[in-house]
């Protein structure tokens, strides 16, 4: 491959990044070829260990180099508590706010008939049956037996999120699960008249 080739190929898979032009993806190639070619070598290093090491959790579904992550296999969470995100990036900023201390679930993704993307894609089913598992004889068990008593819907407030939260809390419910959904309000250190019409009705229907 010639020098242009591989500069270009350098591009181009920079580009594949979200948020990333045709700019600033020849920008970065150039930056780490001119100025820092280490930096280069530890990025693919790392890519590469990443992609070969992490897999997802056996039981939540975010990225995790082991079977099951940390936040499954903690004794110190409460068990009877799943709250259900889109992506591992969502997962990371409920944790930052160290006010959930219960389980996730982690969709990868959510649902966009649009885009060819069904329950199946997003592993509804295996959700549904984390939460209403069932006995040897294939019966769910009683409400009063299972470990999740309360199945938090922390989807995001988009078209797409809202769909996704209603199709999961509808199935739950008719399992006869406690489903619960994110608040919307206004954010704090704001003032209303900057505030979105929509997140301003939300918080009014929301009050408590």
């Given amino acids: 491959m010639s020098s242009s080739n591989?500069?270009?190929?350098?591009?181009?898979?920079?580009?594949?990044?979200?948020?990333v032009g045709a700019k600033s993806a020849a920008r970065m190639a150039f930056h780490l070829l001119q100025h820092?070619?280490?930096?280069?070598?530890?990025?693919?290093?790392?890519?590469?260990?990443?992609?070969?090491?992490?897999?997802?959790c056996a039981m939540c579904n975010t990225l995790s180099e082991m079977e099951i992550c940390n936040v499954c296999s903690s004794g110190q969470r409460d068990r009877s508590k799943l709250c259900v995100v889109e992506t591992p990036a969502d997962?990371?900023?409920?944790?930052?706010?160290?006010?959930?201390?219960?389980?996730?679930?982690?969709?990868?993704?959510?649902?966009?008939?649009?885009?060819?993307?069904?329950?199946?894609?997003?592993?509804?089913?295996k959700l549904f049956d984390r939460v209403v598992?069932?006995?040897?004889?294939?019966?769910?068990?009683?409400?009063?037996?299972?470990?999740?008593?309360e199945v938090i819907l922390a989807t995001n407030f988009t078209a797409e999120g809202e769909a996704t939260a209603h199709v999961i809390?509808?199935?739950?419910?008719?399992?006869?699960v406690q489903v619960t959904r994110l608040a919307r309000g206004v954010p704090v250190g704001s003032e209303l008249e900057y505030v979105?019409?929509?997140t301003i009705a939300h918080a009014l229907v929301d009050r408590r």
């Fill in 6 to 19: 591989a500069l270009d190929g350098l591009t181009q898979a920079l580009r594949k990044l979200p948020g």
């Fill in 36 to 56: 820092d070619r280490p930096a280069a070598l530890q990025i693919a290093s790392a890519l590469e260990h990443a992609v070969g090491s992490i897999r997802h």
């Fill in 91 to 125: 997962q990371h900023a409920m944790e930052r706010t160290r006010a959930y201390k219960g389980l996730y679930f982690v969709l990868m993704g959510k649902l966009s008939p649009l885009d060819g993307i069904g329950p199946r894609d997003i592993g509804l089913q």
């Fill in 133 to 149: 598992p069932r006995d040897e004889q294939g019966e769910p068990l009683s409400e009063d037996s299972r470990e999740v008593q």
């Fill in 169 to 176: 809390g509808q199935a739950l419910k008719s399992r006869g």
């Fill in 196 to 198: 979105d019409l929509g």
